[in-house]
């Protein structure tokens, strides 16, 4: 963020929280309404002013500090006069409507009634100074950078004053001694002042950023746009906002917040346009009062008092400061303002210093409270849930009030010292309540640089009490510091351009407020309103005799007068309390569809019914007309139709082209899915060549055991036949016949021992075709000897014999080469079986460790 943007001000709604705090005027007594019209001792400058106030305030039950308000009754003439405002045309009264409220703001329709005319000052018109908008003389082009300055501020984020310089142009004494300027404002950049080269008497040079730098040829207007309206809208919204101007004397303070009758300052523009807001906010009804006071050598005196110069005091109230006995006044209209600000100013302290012809002596303080609820009944009521300022939870009906106070203030300037006694005195407090405020707005600004502070001397001056709770982050506060623009008073300018700066470290916590408080006045009245109107009601049905009907007649200026203080978009702009129409409650249509035109003149009305009658006509004439061409027309394609197909038809391309982004993603998932089953269906084909190879070698072995189950038979043939051969032997052997008939075995030492008869043959039969036969060293061998057989085997089962040995193979195992014996397989033994074997493990090589396999 930029130096620029850091200095600007945030917007005031940006934390819209309801809080309890009320406000801290609180007011005078009940004597107010019946002491004498108002005349002023204080000003010796200013003839007495004997003009009545409009409504004064008065506490309900009385005493100081009561902050029960209520208006008194306006029975007598004088109080009857005190309600009486001159009224406005019809026609006036639609215009105000229609406008809107940038057209208001443009052209600000009062100015203020200035103080009277001393030898150099000249105001005019002073007592037509509450000019109309469309005679005074400010330019619309002046405006014409607020909006843009406000669009920008509203991007800004943190709550900090607005702060503001306003270098006046330079009076006759300046131009004599120095016609130049010691500050130069860049064109294109409204927010930089700077020391012109080559001033003397300083050793300032830095840059000076401000929210704003208002030059010389800035007018009044221009600094109520950039300045101050937000504030005063802010306030209309429920926020507490202060407006006050800081400078040394006859820099242009009174000038910048009253303005004279040519151009009104900031309080006629800042009063014009809350009028002009409640005249625009339809939805709403409004309570404005004002004060004024001022602070004279650390005195607090009341402008508005019936009692001139009463003295005011302040007190340590429950939330903040009070001012207690404070004269409030309702005001219903810019006019009632005027003659307010009049007795007021009148009544201020001014004197000629050597500096300022009528400079003021005296701090002032204006100030506006503005109570507001919806008129809409289906909004106004509060929330389930809200509580009262007190804290307690809101009864059934009670309704949501917004209660701010909007105070302008116009400090005394930094005195130099003078050649008048008086004024030196006075200059002492001015000087020492304005030095009390530097070192507050110090102090808070160290508070907000997190610095350690111990304590803020707000009660070292009454200024910085009467401004305590503003300061310390109640209120939206903007100040315009003035300077001048000599080199006379560099150093004064620039001792205000430090407290300028001070300003803007400050932090506000301005929050809105709105509440529900039976205590706020737009509340009292309201109730006030109902009763008398449930009392009138009553009386009429039963009639009454002479007295009671005057009672009833006092009654109803009563509810007339109440009905008149609260201000509406319709009866703002009609300020007589006697004009019936604008004292007519809404009615439920009303107060439903604020927004229509209700009160528009009924010939108005009229003439626009008539129009619409007239267009109505024709709109009927060209009806028939077109039917009577279209029933003539030859039935063709409509054209609306062929386009309704065209664009039907695009839609559906548009339609289709959506449809294929849309199928996109799933044409993708699909090209996945796909692409991870190609890849398990290769994993599976790869498992599958390994299994035919296995298969392979499976049918290889297969036909390998086929081949060695062939030898194998053949082999078993030619044992069997050997066994046969064997059996043949044994028969020969056992034949006790033909003993010459056996085949002779050769002689070994075994088969001599074995065999004493030499004429029969021995049979060796290995083990390795009868496991039951006993083993001896790793082979058995049986022989047998034919003779030992003969004797042996007389008594023998042949067959059974043949059973025993018929699996076994022959080898031919005889002495000499000429027996027969019996051996096992051969060397080929079971090379099937390790084929085998091999082909299972190389096939489970193959497939790995796949599940699947
Ligand atoms: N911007 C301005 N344009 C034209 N005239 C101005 C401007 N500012 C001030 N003046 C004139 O300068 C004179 C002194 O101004 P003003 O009384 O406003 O000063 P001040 O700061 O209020 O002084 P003090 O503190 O003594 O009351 C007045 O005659 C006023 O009209």
């Given at each position: 963020m930029d130096a620029h943007a850091r200095a600007r001000m945030p917007p005031p709604h940006q934390t819209p929280k309801v809080s309890t705090r009320s406000t801290l005027f609180a007011p005078k007594t009940p004597s107010h309404m019946k002491s004498p019209p108002l005349t002023t001792s204080?000003?010796?400058n200013t003839p007495h002013h004997s003009e009545p106030l409009p409504n004064i305030l008065s506490p309900k039950e009385g005493g100081a500090g009561s902050t029960r308000l209520k208006i008194k009754s306006a029975t007598t003439p004088e109080a009857k006069s005190r309600l009486l405002v001159k009224p406005i045309g019809a026609r006036a009264q639609v215009q105000h409507a229609q406008r809107t409220n940038s057209d208001l703001l443009s052209t600000p329709s009062v100015t203020l009634v200035n103080r009277p005319t001393t030898p150099n000052y000249a105001p005019t018109l002073a007592d037509e100074g509450w000019m109309s908008a469309d005679t005074h003389p400010i330019e619309a082009s002046s405006m014409m950078d607020f909006d843009e300055y406000e669009n920008g501020m509203a991007e800004t984020e943190t709550e900090a004053v607005l702060v503001s310089v306003r270098v006046r142009p330079p009076n006759p004494v300046e131009l004599r001694s120095d016609p130049g300027s010691v500050w130069t404002m860049p064109e294109h950049d409204p927010h930089l002042l700077k020391l012109a080269k080559g001033t003397e008497g300083t050793r300032e040079d830095r840059d000076w950023i401000f929210d704003r730098i208002l030059p010389p040829h800035s007018d009044n207007g221009k600094v109520y746009g950039t300045s101050a309206r937000r504030h005063v809208r802010s306030a209309m919204e429920g926020y507490n906002a202060v407006i006050f101007a800081y400078g040394q004397t006859a820099s242009g303070k009174t000038h910048t917040l009253s303005g004279s009758s040519m151009e009104p300052g900031i309080i006629p523009l800042a009063i014009s346009d809350l009028f002009s807001q409640i005249r625009s906010t339809p939805d709403r009804e409004f309570l404005l009062r004002a004060s004024y006071l001022e602070l004279y050598n650390e005195t607090i005196i009341d402008l508005l008092s019936t009692v001139p110069g009463a003295e005011l005091h302040l007190s340590e109230g429950k939330k903040g400061v009070v001012i207690n006995g404070l004269t409030e006044v309702a005001v219903r209209s810019e006019a009632d303002v005027k003659k307010l600000l009049r007795s007021g100013e009148d009544r201020r302290k001014v004197g000629a210093t050597d500096w300022n012809a009528r400079s003021s002596r005296s701090h002032c303080v204006f100030r506006i409270t503005i109570e507001s609820r919806s008129r809409n009944p289906a909004i106004e009521e509060a929330p389930i849930g809200a509580r009262t300022p007190g804290g307690r939870l809101k009864a059934a009906g009670d309704k949501m009030t917004r209660i701010s106070t909007l105070s302008i203030i116009d400090l005394a300037g930094s005195e130099k010292h003078t050649s008048s006694k008086e004024r030196n005195a006075e200059g002492k407090h001015i000087n020492q309540s304005l030095l009390t405020l530097k070192l507050v707005i110090s102090k808070l600004a160290d508070l907000a640089s997190k610095r350690n502070v111990t304590h803020v001397p707000y009660r070292d001056s009454k200024l910085t009490r009467l401004l305590q709770n503003s300061l310390s982050g109640d209120a939206l506060i903007s100040v315009i510091c003035t300077v001048s623009p000599s080199s006379l008073n560099l150093a004064e300018s620039i001792s205000t351009l430090a407290f300028a700066q001070g300003l803007k470290r400050v932090v506000l916590k301005a929050q809105k407020k709105e509440v529900v408080d039976p205590h706020a006045l737009i509340q009292q009245y309201q109730n006030e309103i109902a009763e008398l109107r449930a009392q009138l009601r009553e009386k009429e049905m039963h009639g009454g005799n002479k007295t009671e009907r005057e009672k009833n007649e006092a009654m109803e200026k009563r509810l007339n007068e109440l009905k008149s203080m609260i201000l509406t978009s319709v009866n703002v702009n009609s300020p007589?309390?006697?004009d019936n129409a604008a004292m007519i409650p809404p009615s439920p249509a009303k107060m439903r569809y604020p927004k229509l035109e209700y009160d528009r003149p009924s010939a108005e009305l009229l003439e626009e019914l008539h129009a619409e009658q007239l267009h109505r006509a024709e709109l009927e004439d060209e009806v028939a007309r077109l039917k009577a061409e279209l029933a003539t027309r030859p039935l063709e394609p409509n054209k609306e139709i062929v386009e309704l197909r065209n664009e039907v038809a695009e839609l559906r391309l548009i339609a289709d082209d959506y449809e294929r982004h849309l199928l996109e993603p799933s044409r993708k998932v699909r090209a996945d899915v796909e692409k991870e089953f190609a890849d398990k269906m290769k994993t599976l084909e790869n498992q599958l060549d390994s299994k035919k190879i296995w298969a392979n070698r499976l049918d290889e072995n297969v036909r390998f055991i086929t081949q060695e189950n062939k030898a194998l038979e053949a082999r078993c043939l030619e044992a069997e036949s050997k066994v046969h051969q064997i059996i043949e032997f044994i028969n020969l052997a056992l034949s006790?016949?033909?003993?010459?008939?056996l085949l002779p075995i050769p002689e070994s030492e075994e088969v001599r021992e074995l065999s004493p008869e030499r004429e029969l043959p021995t049979l060796v039969v290995s083990d390795d075709f009868s496991p039951s036969l006993p083993s001896s060293g790793g082979k058995s061998t049986l022989t047998l000897s034919a003779s030992k057989m003969r004797a042996t085997f007389s008594q023998m089962d042949l067959a059974n014999f043949n059973d025993k040995f018929g699996t076994l193979t022959v080898s031919g195992k005889g002495k000499g080469g000429k027996g027969l014996g019996i051996g096992g397989m051969g060397g080929s033994g079971w090379g099937g079986k390790m084929l085998r074997e091999e082909s299972s493990f190389a096939l489970a090589e193959v497939a790995g460790d796949d599940d699947d396999f």
């Open positions: 204080h000003n010796s007589n309390p006697e006790p016949t033909d003993p010459d008939a």
